[in-house]
């Protein structure tokens, strides 16, 4: 099964500034990932080839999947649902 990451903080690697919109993460010499932002100084999202993918298609599903909220909305939904959950446990 191809997978993508997908991060909000960076976990290794260097970022080499591309663009005010994109920079490449470089590890060991190698690109690893990618920035992705959607306004100048916004938050980034790091981007990672995954198993079975390479890093255009990597940013070409992540950018189709964002729709008006700054993770991509399947992880947005996981996200909001285990926040649910967690609130009802305590409740």
Not at 49 to 74: A, N, Q
Request: with cysteine; hydrophobic share 40%.
């Amino acid at each position: 099964m191809p997978t993508v990451g997908v991060a909000k903080s960076l976990l290794c690697g260097k970022v080499v500034e591309n663009s005010s919109l994109q920079s490449s993460i470089i590890d060991s010499g190698e690109v690893v990932g990618s920035i992705l932002r959607y306004a100048p100084h916004s938050a980034p999202l790091y981007i990672s080839v995954g198993h079975g993918t390479r890093l255009r298609s990597s940013l070409e599903v992540v950018s189709k999947l964002i729709t008006g909220h700054r993770l991509p909305e399947p992880l947005w939904m996981a996200k909001a649902l285990a926040e649910k959950t967690l609130f009802k446990e305590r409740a």
